[in-house]
């Protein structure tokens, strides 16, 4: 895989080196113009949309820098300012692996950098890509809600859209910026940039460090990861760009301990609940923690053609190495499960930009190589024995892949200006490739690197599979209607795509004798995956002026083949996930944000949310789950997001109240969370030009300022029952300082 890659990258710069010649040559006929996107203006923190046929919100520089909370470190903390995002997060600093995002009430949310998927949030059991680049590295972090164009996401699943990162390109001017924050908890954060401005021979680049600790605010653990990031912006000729950019960070962290529901009606008590610091216990703290070592490196080309053509090249790849482990019992004693994770993943994406009989006429195509997990593939068990592990001489599921995950999609938009009227229409085809993975017998196994075990065992051949090709088109449809200068109104149609219920094989290593006796394999399970298809119409308007800007939008979404567990009739009722849930939500959402003079702009979102079942779920021949009419788990009818800011001379004062109306912790809506208010605060003083400082920038922020107690996330599938969701408490009051010098 390495080898094919290397080729990979080897041919796309054997590209660009002839194209240098070609480009030269050219250069005389036409030269590349600044690309310019229509349809956006700034208003405050938001980006106003006005053209744009889909819903689709961006939270700008400063949006980030006041919303992205004091780690500065998730985007989906930024964007949790959106209409139907319900962000959540087990501490007040967004660092722990114990969070959680739906829009919409969907969880499969794709996650981007540059419109570009790397390790695949989602998918990935890992910390995935919410550690590869600080946020003081963003320009802005957009959020797509329903359909997704074609050329948008090119990430795996999508149900409930997508949020993408684009980063903080080199500066023309040379300079340098270094911030420390410090706060609660022993938080504690430094940042460093080194931007080179524009050389002689049309290069700029940027160098990044951070170095981010934390305790766990409930006892014993703590966070820390350092991150390394860089940007190159070469300038090859009029015609000619390439970027490249890349990070690499080692975040580790404990893990915060859940509640029980019993547990989470009397937070007096069990507010602060934590693992222990009893080395023989499974609920020991360094017993539930996770280490890992992600990097990344991907590369924006774009070359004109002649005419108005142009061509954009995004080669990537991304690694990521590490384990988790989790305080279980082990044949009846206390245990430790260690989940080896090693994912390798690399891709392109090749798009060409041109007009074509008056219309903007887009073709690409998107290709991904991911290696396993998910699912699982390899978990080793130890005991626990005089406050030290022991090894068992077995895991609770080996097994090797043999090849990778792959994706491979065309996509093609076209989009024209009738008069006031644009329409756009594009389609996404998806030919998925489920990995191939030969299980191994697991006992009698040595204690041995992973790589070395397989030479200690033999290969379960029922229980291995060889993968399976999943086949979708995605269509999208759009219209926007200019009613006035001002006032827009449009209407989006298109289908996303969900993941597949990839974890039934893990139901054979858990169930052999039950398929060995009836005489089936593991790819019995195999051949029944099958992704989840949401259909999703929205009808909507935005309504921008120098001082307002207004969007609303009512939605509808049908959601096909849902993955529920359910018993199977052909293995004696065993339970395991499979996609033939169904389900639909409908709602409105709302954004107002509102320039009152110079120096004062306040926001408000809100949206309701109706996400149910449409008929019950057969759980067993004579079991049915009440499901049909019941809101979905963890998602939330109402909520709000109101804020303003302030500013008096070099002071800029900011609140923000932020409310998530009541949830359920089970499908069948007897396990009520109780709805919370939080209120934030942040306090800054920016002085420009001060000695040798292009600016300094002092503030004092507060989280949760009247320490509510609160859940926050829960931890839940769609089809939860009673008794089966993990609760875990929102952080307290929360107070940082945080200081930045420019150079």
Same mark, same amino acid.
């Given at each position: 895989?390495?080898?094919?890659?290397?080729?990979?990258?080897?041919?796309?710069?054997?590209?660009?080196v002839?194209l240098?010649?070609?480009?030269?040559?050219?250069?005389?006929?036409?030269?590349m113009?600044?690309?310019?996107?229509?349809?956006k203006?700034?208003?405050?923190?938001?980006?106003?949309?006005?053209?744009q046929?889909?819903?689709?919100?961006t939270?700008?520089?400063?949006?980030?820098?006041?919303?992205?909370?004091?780690?500065?470190?998730? @985007?989906?903390k930024?964007?949790?300012?959106?209409?139907?995002?319900?962000?959540?997060?087990?501490?007040?600093?967004?660092?722990t692996?114990?969070?959680?995002?739906r829009?919409?009430?969907?969880?499969?949310?794709?996650?981007t950098?540059?419109?570009v998927s790397?390790?695949?949030?989602?998918?990935?059991?890992?910390?995935?890509?919410q550690?590869?680049?600080?946020m003081?590295?963003?320009?802005s972090?957009?959020?797509?809600?329903?359909?997704?164009g074609?050329?948008?996401?090119?990430?795996?699943?999508n149900?409930g859209?997508?949020?993408?990162?684009i980063?903080?390109?080199?500066?023309?001017?040379a300079g340098?910026?270094?911030?420390e924050?410090?706060?609660?908890?022993?938080?504690?954060?430094?940042?460093?940039?080194?931007?080179?401005?524009?050389?002689?021979?049309?290069?700029?680049?940027?160098f990044s460090?951070?170095?981010?600790?934390?305790?766990?605010?409930?006892?014993?653990?703590?966070?820390?990861?350092?991150?390394?990031?860089?940007g190159?912006?070469q300038?090859?000729s009029?015609?000619?760009?390439v970027e490249?950019?890349?990070?690499?960070?080692?975040?580790?962290s404990?893990?915060?301990?859940?509640l029980a529901?019993?547990?989470?009606?009397?937070?007096?008590?069990y507010?602060r609940y934590?693992?222990?610091d009893n080395?023989?216990?499974?609920?020991?703290h360094?017993y539930?923690?996770?280490?890992?070592?992600?990097?990344?490196f991907?590369?924006?080309?774009?070359?004109?053609?002649?005419?108005?053509g142009?061509?954009?090249?995004?080669p990537?790849y991304a690694?990521?190495?590490?384990? =988790?482990?989790?305080?279980?019992?082990v044949?009846?004693?206390?245990g430790?499960?260690?989940?080896v994770?090693?994912h390798?993943?690399?891709?392109?994406?090749?798009?060409y930009?041109?007009?074509?009989?008056?219309?903007d006429?887009?073709?690409?195509?998107?290709?991904?190589?991911?290696?396993?997990?998910?699912?699982?593939?390899?978990?080793?068990?130890?005991?626990?024995?005089?406050?030290?592990?022991?090894?068992?001489?077995?895991?609770?599921?080996?097994?090797?892949?043999?090849?990778?995950h792959?994706?491979h999609?065309?996509?093609?938009?076209?989009?024209?200006?009738?008069?006031?009227?644009h329409?756009?229409g594009?389609?996404?085809?998806?030919?998925?490739?489920?990995p191939?993975i030969d299980?191994?017998?697991?006992?009698?196994?040595p204690?041995?690197?992973?790589?070395?075990?397989?030479?200690? =065992?033999?290969v379960?051949?029922?229980?291995?599979?060889?993968?399976?090709i999943?086949?979708k088109?995605?269509?999208?449809?759009g219209?926007?209607?200019?009613?006035?200068?001002?006032l827009?109104?449009y209407f989006?149609y298109?289908?996303?795509?969900?993941?597949?219920?990839?974890? =039934?094989?893990?139901?054979?290593?858990n169930?052999?004798?039950?398929?060995?006796?009836r005489?089936?394999?593991?790819?019995?399970?195999?051949?029944?995956?099958?992704?989840?298809?949401?259909d999703?119409?929205?009808?909507?308007?935005?309504?921008?002026?120098?001082?307002?800007?207004?969007?609303?939008?009512v939605?509808?979404?049908?959601?096909?083949?849902?993955?529920?567990?359910?018993a199977?009739?052909?293995?004696?009722?065993?339970?395991?996930?499979?996609?033939?849930?169904?389900?639909?939500s409908?709602g409105?959402?709302?954004?107002?944000?509102?320039s009152?003079g110079k120096?004062f702009?306040v926001?408000?979102?809100?949206?309701?949310?109706?996400y149910?079942f449409?008929?019950?779920?057969?759980?067993?021949?004579?079991?049915?789950?009440?499901?049909?009419g019941?809101?979905? @788990?963890?998602?939330?009818?109402?909520?709000?997001?109101?804020?303003?800011?302030?500013r008096?001379?070099?002071?800029a004062?900011?609140?923000?109240?932020?409310?998530?109306g009541?949830?359920y912790?089970?499908?069948e809506?007897?396990?009520?969370?109780?709805?919370?208010?939080?209120v934030?605060a942040?306090?800054?003083?920016?002085?420009e030009?001060v000695w040798?400082?292009?600016?300094?920038?002092?503030?004092?922020?507060?989280?949760?300022l009247?320490?509510?107690?609160?859940?926050?996330?829960?931890?839940?599938?769609?089809?939860t029952?009673?008794?089966?969701?993990?609760?875990?408490?929102?952080a307290p009051l929360?107070?940082?300082?945080r200081?930045?010098?420019?150079?």
């Amino acid at each position: 895989m390495k080898l094919r890659f290397a080729v990979y990258m080897t041919a796309l710069l054997v590209c660009c080196v002839a194209l240098q010649g070609w480009c030269e040559e050219a250069q005389e006929k036409f030269t590349m113009e600044e690309v310019v996107v229509e349809g956006k203006q700034e208003r405050g923190i938001f980006e106003a949309k006005t053209t744009q046929s889909d819903t689709e919100s961006t939270v700008n520089r400063e949006g980030i820098k006041l919303y992205g909370g004091a780690g500065q470190i998730s @985007p989906f903390k930024a964007v949790e300012i959106l209409p139907s995002v319900n962000y959540q997060s087990a501490d007040g600093y967004g660092l722990t692996n114990n969070q959680s995002i739906r829009v919409r009430g969907q969880s499969r949310v794709g996650s981007t950098i540059e419109g570009v998927s790397l390790l695949n949030y989602g998918l990935t059991p890992g910390v995935s890509d919410q550690w590869l680049f600080d946020m003081e590295n963003l320009s802005s972090v957009s959020l797509y809600r329903g359909a997704v164009g074609p050329e948008k996401s090119f990430a795996p699943y999508n149900t409930g859209g997508t949020v993408d990162r684009i980063l903080l390109r080199p500066a023309d001017k040379a300079g340098f910026t270094v911030s420390e924050a410090h706060g609660s908890y022993n938080f504690n954060k430094l940042f460093t940039r080194l931007d080179s401005g524009l050389l002689p021979s049309g290069t700029k680049l940027f160098f990044s460090f951070s170095k981010t600790g934390a305790d766990n605010w409930k006892g014993s653990g703590d966070f820390k990861s350092d991150i390394f990031s860089f940007g190159i912006s070469q300038k090859v000729s009029s015609n000619v760009k390439v970027e490249l950019f890349g990070t690499y960070g080692n975040p580790e962290s404990n893990a915060y301990r859940s509640l029980a529901y019993a547990q989470s009606r009397d937070l007096s008590a069990y507010n602060r609940y934590s693992y222990s610091d009893n080395a023989n216990s499974s609920d020991y703290h360094d017993y539930n923690k996770s280490s890992f070592i992600n990097s990344a490196f991907f590369s924006n080309i774009e070359i004109k053609t002649p005419g108005d053509g142009r061509v954009t090249l995004k080669p990537y790849y991304a690694r990521e190495r590490g384990r =988790t482990l989790t305080g279980i019992t082990v044949s009846g004693r206390p245990g430790v499960r260690e989940w080896v994770i090693r994912h390798d993943m690399f891709g392109l994406v090749a798009q060409y930009d041109t007009k074509l009989l008056g219309a903007d006429f887009t073709l690409g195509y998107w290709y991904c190589n991911q290696e396993p997990p998910g699912p699982p593939t390899a978990q080793k068990l130890f005991v626990i024995n005089n406050n030290s592990l022991r090894y068992t001489g077995r895991w609770a599921i080996l097994s090797d892949p043999t090849e990778n995950h792959e994706w491979h999609s065309p996509y093609i938009s076209l989009g024209k200006q009738f008069g006031s009227l644009h329409v756009k229409g594009g389609l996404r085809y998806v030919y998925e490739k489920a990995p191939s993975i030969d299980l191994y017998n697991s006992t009698n196994v040595p204690d041995v690197s992973l790589e070395d075990t397989f030479g200690y =065992t033999t290969v379960d051949p029922s229980g291995s599979v060889r993968g399976e090709i999943i086949r979708k088109a995605l269509p999208n449809f759009g219209v926007n209607y200019a009613v006035t200068k001002q006032l827009n109104t449009y209407f989006n149609y298109g289908k996303n795509i969900g993941r597949p219920a990839f974890d =039934t094989w893990y139901t054979y290593a858990n169930n052999r004798a039950a398929f060995t006796s009836r005489g089936l394999t593991a790819q019995y399970l195999w051949r029944k995956i099958k992704p989840e298809i949401s259909d999703h119409f929205d009808l909507g308007a935005r309504y921008n002026t120098d001082l307002w800007s207004v969007g609303g939008v009512v939605f509808y979404v049908v959601s096909n083949d849902k993955s529920v567990s359910v018993a199977d009739p052909n293995l004696g009722g065993i339970r395991y996930s499979q996609n033939v849930g169904e389900a639909m939500s409908y709602g409105a959402e709302l954004e107002i944000s509102r320039s009152i003079g110079k120096n004062f702009n306040v926001f408000a979102v809100g949206s309701y949310n109706k996400y149910e079942f449409t008929k019950d779920i057969r759980v067993a021949a004579n079991s049915v789950t009440k499901a049909k009419g019941n809101q979905v @788990p963890d998602v939330p009818v109402y909520e709000a997001r109101v804020g303003a800011t302030y500013r008096f001379h070099d002071f800029a004062f900011t609140s923000a109240l932020r409310y998530t109306g009541k949830r359920y912790g089970d499908v069948e809506n007897n396990e009520r969370v109780s709805a919370y208010t939080v209120v934030d605060a942040d306090i800054r003083y920016t002085k420009e030009n001060v000695w040798s400082f292009k600016s300094i920038t002092a503030g004092l922020a507060f989280y949760n300022l009247f320490n509510t107690r609160y859940i926050s996330v829960i931890n839940v599938s769609d089809d939860t029952r009673q008794g089966g969701a993990s609760y875990y408490t929102g952080a307290p009051l929360t107070v940082v300082g945080r200081l930045e010098f420019k150079f």
